[in-house]
């Protein structure tokens, strides 16, 4: 069935480290589409990146994520974190075997950014 | 431009009383509505979907209910709370299968 994996639960960097939050998924379909949704303190989740091609770079606001389709995965990353970057960090993943936009989300990722 | 607007902000009841949470949507028109839920420290949870009015499709019940009364308006219910209702509540849209999620602001509910 369609699963998406957030391995780690929470992430603690120094500011200007380079950043990575890991997801992969599971689905039976060939074409999927993937998200990274980011959710600040006392905020509703926001989109940060979408992408449904394969190999295919997509940029947004410094994190970048490419879909993998050979290994599942959708990583995100930024070359050097800033504090205002912390907050919790969802991976989803469209289901395809409908029209309702349902959305399966990864547990999530804190990432906290200190000085 | 669409507006997304869920009532109330926030709220404190008792285990064992009622609860309605509603969800406005102004600029769309027939968007897919959903309800989702966030328990403290928890992940997001999606709990119902709608496509069209008068129709809604459950995911996770939770002794919840939901009602799309109108075309912009997403209604979540129970006639009893539990404590485990506590947790962070979140109306959201979308156009097509393939879009992006637009997400309230959400109703923050404690259940004492």
């Known amino acids: 069935g369609d699963s998406v994996t957030q391995t780690e639960g929470l992430v603690t960097l120094t500011e200007g480290l380079p950043v990575m939050l890991n997801c992969t998924y599971q689905?039976?379909?060939?074409?999927?589409?993937l998200f990274w949704y980011v959710q600040h303190l006392n905020e509703s989740p926001r989109l940060l990146l979408k992408?449904?091609?394969?190999?295919k770079r997509t940029e947004h606001q410094g994190f970048h994520a490419t879909l993998h389709k050979s290994s599942s995965s959708f990583h995100l990353q930024k070359s050097s974190a800033q504090l205002s970057d912390s907050a919790l960090y969802y991976c989803a993943r469209l289901a395809h075997n409908t029209n309702t936009g349902k959305l399966t989300f990864g547990d999530g990722t804190v990432l906290t950014v200190k000085p | 431009a669409q507006t997304i607007h869920q009532w109330p902000v926030a709220e404190i009841k008792a285990v064992g009383s009622p609860l309605s949470l509603g969800c406005t949507i102004k600029g769309k028109s027939s968007p897919n509505l959903y309800w989702y839920w966030q328990a403290t420290g928890g992940t997001l949870q999606q709990l119902f979907y709608s496509i069209t009015v008068g129709q809604v499709e459950s995911v996770v019940q939770l002794n919840l209910s939901a009602s799309r009364p109108k075309d912009d308006q997403f209604i979540l219910s129970t006639e009893k709370l539990l404590l485990s209702h506590s947790g962070f509540y979140l109306c959201?849209?979308?156009?097509?299968?393939?879009?992006?999620?637009?997400f309230g602001h959400g109703t923050k509910l404690s259940v004492l």
């Open positions: 689905t039976i379909y060939s074409n999927p589409f």
């Open positions: 959201a849209w979308s156009l097509m299968g393939n879009e992006r999620l637009f």
């Open positions: 992408s449904f091609t394969d190999n």
